[in-house]
């Protein structure tokens, strides 16, 4: 009898052994929102500021954009010394760069309108709230004073870290003018946000065998006034295989002309409102 009983408590600790053993089960994280963005090519230049008075690239401005109902927003961002990723154009800011100044120096100086620096957290959460128009964030070109290529970079792998800690990948986009900074950035986001290069120098196909699919031009690689223009070079691109937006058309008849080029799937102004009207 005790032979068997040794017997059976050996099994038992066998099958509590194995049981030990077997893998837990994978963590599953909440299911990445998906973005119900509005039926047009509108995207507001640093925000919805100039026609409603508001600073540029500040949270005003961009609620604005939103509430307007533009497809995209966009923003510039630089990152400063302790790796907080600001929603600002310039790269100095109180006569230093941002590389050498920490988020705590900067955190209380305020815009035109009286709000504090915002940051791309903050952009972020308020995109995610509304979860309507998306967020072009423009990663700077740097001077050699500012840091150069390789602070752009570090300002890329933070806005990939900041859009993945938000979980807002779906509602983000990125355009970046150097090749060295835009290979940075699709590495650091894992692909799971689009990337418009900003080279006007290069051709079809630099892009495509680079592996880049979308080019974002300043609007005069198109449009000199309203005699000079070449919708044929929209459609060499257009053939390459790419997706084509500009920026910054502002003129009312320089608009009407681009909304015409329907191989552009976004046009960027600063004068969004008056944009969406002519869509209309």
């Not at 995610?128 to 890329?156: F, M, P, Q, R, Y």
């Not at 495509?208 to 919708?231: C, I, L, R, V």
């Amino acid at each position: 009898m005790k032979k068997l009983c040794s017997f059976i408590l050996i099994l038992s600790l066998l099958a509590c052994s194995k049981g030990g053993d077997s893998p837990e089960p994978p963590v599953v994280g909440p299911p990445e929102p998906t973005p119900q963005t509005p039926n047009n090519r509108v995207v507001a230049h640093r925000g919805a500021w100039k026609e409603f008075g508001f600073p540029y690239n500040s949270m005003a401005a961009f609620k604005k954009a939103i509430e307007i109902g533009v497809f995209a927003s966009e923003c510039d961002v630089q990152l400063t010394k302790d790796k907080k990723v600001i929603v600002y154009h310039d790269e100095t800011i109180g006569g230093k760069y941002f590389k050498d100044v920490n988020y705590s120096e900067i955190q209380n100086l305020t815009l035109a309108n009286g709000e504090k620096l915002p940051t791309l957290e903050s952009f972020l959460d308020e995109l995610l709230k509304h979860k309507t128009t998306l967020l072009w964030i423009d990663i700077k070109s740097l001077t050699d004073n500012a840091g150069g290529n390789s602070w752009g970079v570090e300002c890329a792998k933070a806005v990939a870290a900041t859009v993945a800690q938000k979980n807002a990948a779906s509602f983000v986009r990125a355009i970046v003018g150097r090749k060295e900074v835009l290979d940075a950035s699709i590495a650091a986001s894992k692909g799971t946000y689009e990337h418009g290069y900003m080279n006007i120098d290069w051709t079809p196909t630099q892009f495509t065998n680079a592996g880049y699919n979308w080019a974002n031009f300043t609007y005069t690689k198109y449009y000199t006034n309203a005699n000079t223009h070449n919708a044929a070079l929209i459609q060499q691109y257009k053939n390459a295989g790419l997706k084509l937006s500009v920026y910054t058309v502002d003129d009312a008849v320089a608009m009407d002309w681009f909304i015409a080029q329907t191989d552009i799937f976004a046009i960027t102004s600063n004068n969004p409102f008056a944009l969406l009207q002519k869509l209309k």
